[in-house]
C-alpha cells in the first residue's frame, strides 16, 4: 500500500478534530502535488500570492476534467453531485470581469446603498434579540448543545430575514444542505463504500435545493416581498438585472454560505474558549476584547479550510515549483492561519493578536461577501454567551465532528452549566 | 478619537464602511476617505472597522507611531 500524502492525512474524518500536526508536515513543501494531480497550496505567503494571481481561476467550468475524473472516487467524481447540478456560475465560482459585475450587483442589497451601507449595522438590534432569546431558552438547563441551542439557530434566523427566506422552509434546506455535506469528501475515504452510498442522496438533496430556490426566486418575480432575494430579482439597477440561472445559483450560495460558516465559527468559538479557560476568563473580565477575540478565533479555527475550485490557466512557477496549466489548486487557508513564518507562536490562542491579517475570510477578489454580517453575528454572539452562561465546562472534547472537510465543524458540543445570568 | 488609514495598504475590501459608514466612505470603487477625529461614542463602531480590515490598514489613536494598536 503506497502511503499517504500528509493532504491526504490531514483529510481523514479520525482527524477532523485536529488536522494541525498534518499541515505542520505539508508546510514543509509549500506546493505540493498530490497522486491525483492537484497542487495543495499550504503557506500564507505562497496563498496570498496565488488570491492576487490573475492567471489562477476560480471557475471550474475553465480547468480540463484530469484523467483522475474517471477513476471512482475521486476528488472530481466526489464533487460532481454539486457540479452538475450547478451548471450556472456564482460569484465564488467565476472570474473577472462577470465575477467583479455580478458581485457589484449584488452587493448594494446586502450592506446598502453606496452612499450609506447601513444594513448590516441596522441588523444588529435583531440579532441582540435573536441571541437573548437563545440564552433565555438554556435557563432552567444543566447541559446545552452549543451547536443544536445557539450556534444554529442565530445565523440561520438572521440569513433567512436577510435574504427572505421563509423560515418554515428551514427544516428542509437544513436537510438538503447537510445530507450534500456528507456526501463531499475530497480525502481517501471518498472511494469508501459509506461515502459512495451517500452520493445519490447528496446529488437529489442538491437538486431539491436547486428546486427551492427557483420556486421561491419566481414567486418573488412575481410578488415582490422583503429581502435580498426579492431585490435582486426586480432589479432595475444601472447594470441590469442577473439572468435567471446565475440568480439562482447566487441565492444557493447565499443561502448555503450565508449560515453554515457562521454556525462552525460560533460553535469552535465556544469550543476553544472552554478548552482555554484562561482566555474565558480574559474576555468575561474585559469583555471589550471580543473584537480581537473573533479575529484571532477566525484565524484559530477556520469556518472554510481550504477552497476546491481554483485552477491554473497557465504555467506558474511558485515556491520552486511549476503547477502546470489547467492542474486544479487547493489553498488551504487553515493551514497558512497557523504558519509560524507569519504568525509568531501560531499554536497559541491570543486574543489580543497583533498584526492578525488572518485568511479567515479568504483574501484578494474572493473575499468573503458576507464577513461584515458573520463579524457582527459572531461578536454579538460570544460575547453575549461567555458573559451570561456560568461556568459553562465541555462534556466532551473533543466533540463529534460532521463529516466535510472544507465547511469543518463539531456536530454537537456539549456543554454543562450552571446557569443563565441576566 | 483619532485615526489614521494607511492608504498605501487600503485595497478597497470596504469592511470598514459597511461597519461604520459614518467614519469610512469609498469613492468610486476603491479610493477611501475617512473622517480622522470622530465623535468618542462612535468608538465601538471604529474599532470594529479596525479589527475588520483584511490588511490591518486602520490605526486608532496611535499618535507618536511608536506602540501600534487596533484595539485600545
Redesign the interface.
Known amino acids: 500500500m503506497v502511503e499517504e500524502t500528509p493532504w491526504q492525512q490531514a483529510l481523514r474524518y479520525a482527524n477532523r478534530a485536529n488536522p494541525y500536526p498534518f499541515y505542520e508536515e505539508l508546510r514543509k513543501t509549500p506546493v505540493a502535488r498530490q497522486p491525483d494531480g492537484t497542487y495543495v497550496v499550504s503557506t500564507y505567503r505562497e496563498i496570498v500570492t496565488l488570491l492576487h494571481d490573475p492567471r489562477v481561476s476560480s471557475d471550474p467550468r475553465k480547468r480540463p476534467a484530469p484523467a483522475a475524473a474517471q477513476a471512482e472516487g475521486s476528488e472530481e467524481q466526489a464533487a460532481e453531485p454539486i457540479r452538475e447540478v450547478l451548471t450556472e456560475p456564482n460569484i465564488i465560482t467565476c472570474d473577472p470581469p462577470e465575477h467583479d459585475r455580478d458581485r457589484r450587483m449584488m452587493m448594494p442589497h446586502f450592506?446598502?446603498p453606496?452612499?450609506?451601507?447601513?444594513l448590516?449595522?441596522d441588523l444588529e438590534p435583531d440579532i441582540r434579540r435573536i441571541v437573548d432569546g437563545l440564552l433565555d431558552g438554556m435557563k432552567g438547563k444543566n447541559r446545552i448543545d452549543a451547536v443544536d441551542d445557539f450556534a444554529y439557530p442565530l445565523p440561520v434566523t438572521v440569513i433567512c430575514k436577510v435574504l427572505g427566506v421563509p423560515m418554515e422552509d428551514e427544516p428542509r434546506f437544513h436537510h438538503w444542505v447537510e445530507t450534500a455535506l456528507d456526501a463531499l469528501d475530497f480525502g481517501p475515504e471518498a472511494a469508501s463504500e459509506e461515502i459512495r452510498s451517500r452520493r445519490a442522496g447528496g446529488r437529489q438533496a442538491v437538486q431539491e435545493f436547486a428546486r427551492f430556490a427557483d420556486a421561491l426566486l419566481d414567486r418573488y418575480a412575481r410578488q415582490p416581498g422583503p429581502g435580498m432575494l426579492s431585490a435582486m430579482a426586480n432589479d432595475n439597477g444601472p447594470e441590469g438585472r442577473m439572468p435567471k440561472g446565475v440568480l439562482a445559483s447566487n441565492a444557493l450560495l447565499l443561502i448555503f454560505a450565508g449560515h453554515e460558516t457562521t454556525v462552525n465559527l460560533i460553535a469552535h468559538s465556544v469550543l476553544t474558549l472552554l478548552r482555554h479557560p484562561d482566555a474565558l476568563e480574559k474576555l468575561r473580565r474585559r469583555p471589550?476584547?471580543i473584537?480581537?477575540a473573533?479575529?484571532e478565533l477566525l484565524r484559530f479555527e477556520s469556518s472554510v479550510q481550504f477552497w476546491h475550485t481554483r485552477s491554473a490557466v497557465e504555467d506558474i512557477d511558485i515556491a520552486g515549483t511549476t503547477i502546470p496549466a489547467g492542474a486544479p489548486i487547493f489553498l488551504v487557508y487553515g493551514s497558512a492561519n497557523r504558519d509560524p513564518e507569519r504568525f509568531t507562536d501560531p499554536d497559541r490562542l491570543d486574543l489580543?493578536r497583533?498584526?492578525?491579517?488572518h485568511l479567515g475570510?479568504s483574501?484578494g477578489i474572493h473575499?468573503c461577501f458576507g464577513?461584515?454580517l458573520a463579524?457582527?453575528e459572531v461578536?454579538i454572539a460570544v460575547g453575549e454567551f461567555v458573559r451570561r452562561v456560568r461556568n459553562p465546562r465541555l462534556v466532551e472534547d473533543p466533540p463529534p465532528y460532521r463529516h466535510n472537510q472544507i465547511f469543518r465543524g463539531p456536530r454537537h458540543v456539549l456543554v454543562d452549566i450552571d446557569g443563565i445570568r441576566d | 478619537m483619532r485615526i489614521v488609514v494607511d492608504l498605501n495598504r487600503c485595497q478597497g475590501y470596504a469592511q470598514c464602511v459597511y461597519l461604520a459608514h459614518e467614519v469610512f466612505r469609498l469613492n468610486g470603487q476603491e479610493a477611501l476617505t475617512y473622517e480622522p477625529n470622530p465623535d468618542d461614542e462612535r468608538r465601538l463602531r471604529v474599532e470594529r472597522a479596525a479589527a475588520a480590515c483584511p490588511v490591518q490598514a486602520i490605526m486608532i489613536d496611535r499618535l507618536d507611531g511608536a506602540e501600534g494598536s487596533t484595539t485600545s
Do not use: C, K, M, Y
Open positions: 450592506v446598502g453606496p452612499h450609506a451601507p447601513h448590516i449595522s471589550e476584547l473584537v480581537p473573533v479575529e489580543e497583533r498584526d492578525n491579517e475570510f483574501q473575499f464577513a461584515p463579524r457582527l461578536q
